[in-house]
């Protein structure tokens, strides 16, 4: 069980990527000081999976420590340190890197799923052969179903009963069927591969299916964030904070998947890692589809305003969010 952060411990500190320790304890706002921490995490977990036979680690190494953006496992560690900020904490009461793993973990899974031939079909991830394309299909589907299986085992192992307990619930929700899972057969169902009366083809069920797919996990990666930062999830304090941070989320989830749309119909397998244009061969739904490239993008300017303005009103606790707001914004990756 894991105690509160003490300052002397090795546990994630935020003053480990500060600039300034002695002004707050503030977080660099960047993936380039944040990365390597969520990186040696999830490698010590996977690295701790006794009894894993060898030919399942491997897998589920590869798949989740090929290059990233860690955008997920960002958010819950800037989260932590906002909503420990605004509580007037010195640091998170509970160390935030678990809640980051599980959702990094969860979101991988997701990820070697939906590349698999009945899926998505996609050859490339992240700058390197699909997992499937590696291991075969029937190891990503168990890669998968581990990393599933072990983001619950690391919340319950890591934290204590009430707070895993609430962790466990935000991330089965995120990624159950009303969540991620029910997004994926919504956005088949927009491809017409699968039967579904409810196939999303308006703006309104588009942004249905994303706040699922997508959405759902990043507003997740915050609010789980925020609970070990708090340390008392039932405090009307905290409550206050998760009810902004789902707003901010909502709002980041869409606005991140408009740009997703846009750099597969203008990135490279280069720059994003993955192929390119397969959304528009597919027939799928899209917001420059819908929209076309220029309002599509002024969708998303709007959305990511209305998360920032949010962050705003925390008086220079959620900073390091807002500017991670802007860097999602202008991605090339």
């Given at each position: 069980m894991t105690r509160p952060i003490h300052p002397d411990s090795g546990a994630f500190r935020p003053e480990a990527v500060t600039a300034n320790p002695?002004?707050?304890?503030?977080?660099?706002?960047?993936?380039?000081?944040?990365?390597?921490?969520?990186?040696?995490?999830?490698?010590?977990?996977?690295?701790?999976?006794?009894?894993?036979?060898?030919?399942?680690?491997?897998?589920?190494?590869?798949?989740?420590?090929?290059?990233?953006?860690?955008?997920?496992?960002?958010?819950?560690?800037?989260?932590?340190?906002?909503?420990?900020?605004?509580?007037?904490?010195?640091?998170?009461?509970?160390?935030?890197?678990?809640?980051?793993?599980?959702?990094?973990?969860?979101?991988?899974?997701?990820?070697?799923?939906?590349?698999?031939?009945?899926?998505?079909?996609?050859?490339?991830?992240?700058?390197?052969?699909?997992?499937?394309?590696?291991?075969?299909?029937a190891m990503a589907i168990l890669a998968g179903d581990a990393l599933l299986t072990l983001a619950f085992e690391t919340l319950a192992r890591h934290y204590p009963g009430p707070l895993a307990g609430h962790c466990c619930l935000e991330l089965a929700r995120a990624a159950g069927p009303s969540g991620m899972v029910g997004g994926q057969v919504a956005d088949l169902a927009a491809e017409g591969r699968i039967n579904d009366a409810e196939a999303p083809t308006t703006l309104e069920g588009l942004e249905s299916l994303h706040r699922r797919k997508t959405g759902q996990l990043i507003v997740a990666s915050l609010r789980m964030g925020a609970l070990a930062g708090s340390g008392k999830p039932d405090q009307p304090e905290t409550l206050a904070c998760l009810a902004d941070l789902t707003k901010f989320g909502e709002s980041l989830g869409l606005a991140f998947q408009i740009i997703d749309d846009l750099l597969d119909v203008s990135g490279s397998l280069e720059k994003t890692g993955k192929m390119v244009g397969k959304d528009a061969a597919r027939g799928k739904l899209t917001y420059p589809g819908l929209l076309g490239e220029q309002e599509s993008r002024g969708r998303a300017n709007r959305l990511s305003h209305e998360a920032v303005s949010l962050m705003k009103a925390w008086n220079g606790a959620g900073d390091a969010l807002i500017d991670m707001a802007q860097r999602l914004l202008d991605r090339e990756t």
């Open positions: 002695a002004k707050g304890f503030q977080f660099m706002p960047t993936h380039d000081e944040i990365k390597p921490l969520i990186e040696k995490a999830l490698d010590s977990l996977l690295a701790h999976s006794v009894g894993c036979p060898g030919a399942l680690l491997e897998a589920m190494r590869y798949s989740v420590l090929a290059p990233g953006k860690r955008t997920r496992p960002t958010l819950a560690l800037l989260a932590a340190k906002a909503v420990a900020t605004r509580l007037g904490l010195r640091a998170p009461a509970f160390d935030p890197i678990h809640a980051a793993c599980a959702v990094e973990m969860v979101h991988v899974y997701s990820l070697v799923h939906d590349d698999l031939p009945a899926m998505d079909d996609d050859d490339m991830r992240r700058g390197q052969p699909t997992c499937h394309k590696k291991y075969g299909e």
